[in-house]
T-cell receptor, first 110, second 113 residues
Framework: DAKTTQPPSMDCAEGRAANLPCNHS???????VYWYRQIHSQGPQYIIH???NNETNEMASLIITEDRKSSTLILPHATLRDTAVYYC???????????FGAGTQVVVTP | SQTIHQWPATLVQPVGSPLSLECTVE??????LYWYRQAAGRGLQLLFY??????ISSEVPQNLSASRPQDRQFILSSKKLLLSDSGFYLC????????????FGQGTRLTVV
């Protein structure tokens, strides 16, 4: 599976959009990009995933570049409850075997 | 709807004692099952995964073992705990056969003293 690179931390003001980048320059054609987040002392929570098209759900939007070497998770209106570690994961394994990296610690401030 | 149960929520065990953590999934059949560990201040490490009854794959060598005696039951065990086994243990499941998301339990915080 392709490796991902994320910034270790980001701050975001409450009510503003949070844009979380992820680099996956070695991604191959059949690999998906998944995003999870982990609020302190809880299990990770699925956010969104995509292959090559941009995706949107009730939690976030996922923008994947045309060459698929990077992506951005967008939280449109960050709230204090969005403070968490966000993980970008690239996966090919049909078993859904997730390998978590260090992620990005996002702190939303009032 | 599907639910995942993991217990206990917290556990304090002496060094050298045995361990058994249990995870069960309801509302689905033949799920993929996973055990993860998160040491203090560290990332999530995949310990074991299973695609069916009796089928266990280990990701890293360690003092732990896993078993899947029933389709929706996943057990993490140790015969003798080490201090380094302390951490936050998470069970997860996903639908088998194709790409999908994983659903995590609430975790067990294990402290070995």
């Amino acid at each position: 599976d392709a490796k991902t690179t994320q910034p270790p931390s980001m701050d975001c003001a409450e009510g503003r959009a949070a844009n979380l980048p992820c680099n996956h320059s070695t991604i191959s054609g059949n690999e998906y990009v998944y995003w999870y987040r982990q609020i302190h002392s809880q299990g990770p929570q699925y956010i969104i995933h995509g292959l090559k098209n941009n995706e949107t759900n009730e939690m976030a939007s996922l923008i994947i570049t045309e060459d698929r070497k990077s992506s951005t998770l967008i939280l449109p209106h960050a709230t204090l409850r969005d403070t968490a570690v966000y993980y970008c994961i690239v996966i090919t394994d049909s078993w859904g075997k997730l390998q978590f990296g260090a992620g990005t610690q996002v702190v939303v401030t009032p | 709807s599907q639910t995942i149960h993991q217990w206990p929520a917290t556990l304090v065990q002496p060094v050298g004692s045995p361990l058994s953590l249990e995870c069960t999934v309801e509302g689905t059949s033949n799920p993929n099952l996973y055990w993860y560990r998160q040491a203090a201040g560290r990332g999530l490490q995949l310990l074991f995964y299973s695609v069916g009854i009796g089928q266990i794959s280990s990701e890293v060598p360690q003092n732990l073992s896993a078993s899947r005696p029933q389709d929706r039951q996943f057990i993490l065990s140790s015969k003798k705990l080490l201090l380094s086994d302390s951490g936050f243990y998470l069970c997860a499941w996903s639908v088998s056969g194709y790409y999908t998301e994983a659903f995590f339990g609430q975790g067990t915080r294990l402290t070995v003293v």
